[in-house]
T-cell receptor, first 113, second 114 residues
């Protein structure tokens, strides 16, 4: 049981390049999320998917797109990377229950030069 | 407006002592949930403890307890008998109503001294 996995772990991009961050969970959760973490700002929600087939914007969606490929997988795409997108990206998943606790992946450290 | 405020950027605590991390929140919902997560230097996010707005008792999980003061809108984390492995960043977070999303505070760095 791997929980939430993310690839890649590290990535360096040049300004204007595109890339897709992959996320998969094996807990049969309905909801999945993408966050970014910047120093001194905590985690901010980029996009989320409450259930398969739905996606919604979070607090900081500009410059990103997402795809909920199936129940397991939720990808985040940067179409034209900018230095302001240098950050650590976390994927998370959760299920309806007592707490709606979110389980996090290990993170992807992205640097845009 | 900030939904979650953590006013202590960094704290030092002596091993075996207790430490309290402050968290205040802002919501107009009657139903909400409060979470604490730990992020060690390795980077992963580890769930510690949860408190629901209707829970009458303060939540406890081992050495972690949540001091929930609803009228003051505070949800402070208490770590008892600190260990060197408790050195990490700690985040307070909130879920409102039936929403799935979490709002996070800026975090507090705890350093445990031997």
């Amino acid at each position: 049981n791997a929980g939430v996995t993310q690839t890649p772990k590290f990535q360096v991009l040049k300004t204007g390049q595109s890339m897709t961050l992959q996320c998969a969970q094996d807990m049969n959760h309905n909801s999945m999320y993408w966050y970014r973490q910047d120093p001194g700002m905590g985690l901010r929600l980029i996009y989320y998917s409450a259930s398969e087939g739905t996606t919604d914007k979070g607090e900081v969606p500009n410059g990103y797109n997402v795809s909920r490929l199936n129940k397991r997988e939720f990808s985040l795409r940067l179409e034209s990377a900018a230095p302001s997108q240098t950050s650590v990206y976390f994927c998370a998943s959760s299920e309806r229950g007592l707490t709606y606790e979110q389980y996090f992946g290990p993170g992807t450290r992205l640097t845009v030069t | 407006a900030q939904k979650i405020t953590q006013t202590q950027p960094g704290m030092f605590v002596q091993e075996k002592e207790a430490v309290t991390l402050d968290c205040t929140y802002d919501t107009s919902d009657q139903s909400y949930g409060l979470f604490w997560y730990k992020q060690p230097s390795s980077g992963e996010m580890i769930f510690l403890i949860y408190q629901g707005s209707y829970d009458e008792q303060n939540a406890t999980e081992g050495r972690y307890s949540l001091n929930f003061q609803k009228a003051r809108k505070s949800a402070n984390l208490v770590i008892s008998a600190s260990q060197l492995g408790d050195s990490a960043m700690y985040f307070c977070a909130m879920r409102e109503g039936g929403d799935y999303k979490l709002s996070f505070g800026a975090g507090t760095t705890v350093t445990v001294r031997a």
